[in-house]
């Protein structure tokens, strides 16, 4: 079971390199051509807009979906999962439609309580770019229903390339539209990108699944959903509250505050969703299936495992971001409209969110443990209290030490609530202590320490202010591998085993293929 669930992640990882990838390529075109000017800030505000208003109905109904689904096919009722994802799928055609036209009406509002700080035209534009975003949360949504059907049949390929279609998207249509459209262009292009996300699953949808023209108000799933769901939608808003803060507060400093935010989290988020969301993909539904089937042991080593992983590649991913902030910023954005002054500006922000990323990465492990035992409240509890935290420090530290100070919140935020998530897994699945749990992360940590101290001093000693970009690509490179190698030197010496795992099926992956242990 461990081999099946690393060697799944694996492959998602390796799936989900391609958006990741394209994602940067796409944070690359926008600091080109856009920098950190006020149209990219109000651009970002549009952006999440949507997801304010809708984003309930798919981060919550991915996560509650796939429990249920997962129970369907763990029990060989085919026939009822097809029923009730159709009749979900039907019902969101219906309700979004209604609901995203209403939202285009109230967009003027939405942008004043989200960015009070921006002025009359720069709210005007926002308004604009919104409601051309507005009708994506329809098509989002149903990728959502279609991303937990697949996943819950351990497919996760498809599923993993969404990012891919958003990032792709985007970028063509910067590069085709810029000159016409200006900022629009970047809109338009990211309003295709979120319509691919669904289409980019559909031909795995209609070979492995069944969609029934159907809407059955009565189906016992519905009844699933709905206790599943209220605690979820709950969380997924505070969700949203969180995010509404961070642009509400980032909006009352200097222009360019938000783009430099949103290209240190861009940065922080690479090991996040390449890792963190990988493993938690991959053992999600295997958790459900596990839960379902009363095999507590099982579930107990899926999840510690998940956790292991996790913590092997975020701890050294967290050290180096902030060992190498300002060379890693200065490669990937500093060109055209962006300033060696928003280098600096950008990776000090990431700094203080790289102090969070186990945190990040461990709580959506972890949430997806408790998701799977049917028990949604227990989260949803401790991510509202963990959003009053992070509101408080945010509120007392923005004045004073601005993005930074918003940076630091998110972190010791974060951090705050992935431990308490693990208190109270540890409780409830009935487990002291897991002794190789705590031993492979202590390792992690020396190891992680070992290889940013090398990182940063190599980096220190060949760093040129003043040089050309393959100068600074090239300390980058060499600063990174060194502190690499360090890592896995330190690593095998203190005999992390989760280490010699993960290269063993990495190598067997680049050197024989696919040979997934779990298919997608």
């Known amino acids: 079971m461990k081999s099946s669930v690393t060697s799944s992640t694996v492959a998602v990882m390796l799936a989900t390199l391609l958006s990741m990838v394209l994602g940067f390529a796409r944070e690359v075109v926008s600091a080109k051509y856009f920098g950190e000017r ?16 809708f984003g309930v109905f798919n981060g ?13 096919f763990a029990e060989g009722e085919d026939e009822e999962a097809w029923r009730f994802s159709s009749t979900v799928i039907n019902g969101l055609l219906i309700v979004l439609s209604l609901l995203a036209a209403a939202a285009w009406l109230a967009a003027p ?29 329809v098509a989002t949504s149903v990728a959502g229903v279609v991303q937990a059907l697949l996943n819950a049949q351990h497919r996760f390929r498809a599923a993993s390339l969404q990012g891919a279609a958003v990032n792709l998207f985007t970028i063509a249509g910067v590069l085709a539209l810029f000159r016409m459209y200006g900022i629009y262009a970047l809109v338009f292009g990211m309003a295709a990108g979120l319509f691919a996300q669904l289409l ?87 958790l459900s299936a596990q839960f379902a089937t009363k095999e507590l042991a099982s579930l107990r080593s899926t999840a510690f495992t998940g956790l292991r992983m996790t913590a092997l590649i975020t701890t050294p991913a967290a050290f180096g971001l902030i060992a190498l902030a300002r060379p890693i910023i200065s490669v990937l954005f500093e060109r055209g409209e962006f300033t060696p002054g928003d280098v600096v500006r950008t990776a000090g922000a990431m700094q203080f969110y790289a102090v969070g990323l186990l945190g990040i990465a461990a709580s959506i492990v972890l949430t997806r443990c408790f998701f799977a035992m049917h028990d949604s ?55 002291v202590a897991d002794v190789r749990t705590s031993a492979s992360f202590g390792a992690t940590l020396v190891a992680s320490v070992s290889m940013a101290a090398v990182a940063s001093s190599v980096s220190t000693a060949l760093w040129r ?32 085993r989760e280490l010699s795992e993960l290269w063993s099926l990495l190598s067997q992956r680049v050197h024989k293929g696919a040979g997934s242990a779990a298919p997608l």
């Not at 006020?38 to 549009?46: G, I, K, N």
């Not at 919550?60 to 369907?72: C, D, M, N």
């Not at 509002?109 to 534009?125: L, Q, T």
């Not at 935010?261 to 938690?280: D, E």
Request: proline share 6%; aromatic share 10%; hydrophobic share 60%.
């Open 465 to 496: 202010v003043s040089a050309p970009f393959w100068h600074h690509a090239a300390v980058m490179l060499v600063a990174m591998l060194a502190g690499g190698l360090v890592f896995l030197m330190v690593g095998a010496a203190l005999r992390i």
């Open 200 to 286: 980019v699953q559909l031909p795995n949808y209609l070979r492995r699944c069944k969609y029934r023209f159907v809407l059955d108000l009565r189906h016992p799933g519905l009844r699933s959903l709905a206790l599943i769901l209220g605690p979820i939608i709950v969380g997924s808003a505070v969700g949203q509250v969180n995010l509404f803060f961070d642009k509400y507060f980032a909006s009352t400093l200097q222009p360019g505050n938000i783009a430099a935010m949103q290209y240190a989290t861009k940065v922080v988020g690479f090991p996040q969703q390449l890792f963190a969301v990988a493993i938690a993909t991959v053992i999600f539904p295997l």
């Open 38 to 53: 006020w149209e990219l800030d109000a651009f970002l505000v549009a952006a999440i807009i949507p997801t304010l208003v």
């Open 377 to 431: 409240k227990t989260p949803v509890l401790i991510a509202s209290a963990v959003v009053v935290l992070n509101v408080v420090l945010s509120a007392l530290s923005v004045g004073r030490f601005g993005i930074n100070g918003l940076a630091a919140s998110n972190s010791l935020a974060s951090l705050v609530e992935a431990a308490v998530l693990a208190y109270l897994f540890v409780r409830r699945v009935g487990v």
């Open 109 to 137: 509002w939405f942008v004043h309580v989200v960015a009070k700080g921006f002025p009359g035209p720069e709210a005007g534009v926002t308004t604009r770019m919104a409601r051309i975003l507005m009708p994506t949360i």
């Open 60 to 72: 919550a109904l991915v996560s509650a979906l796939v429990p249920i689904f997962s129970g369907y």
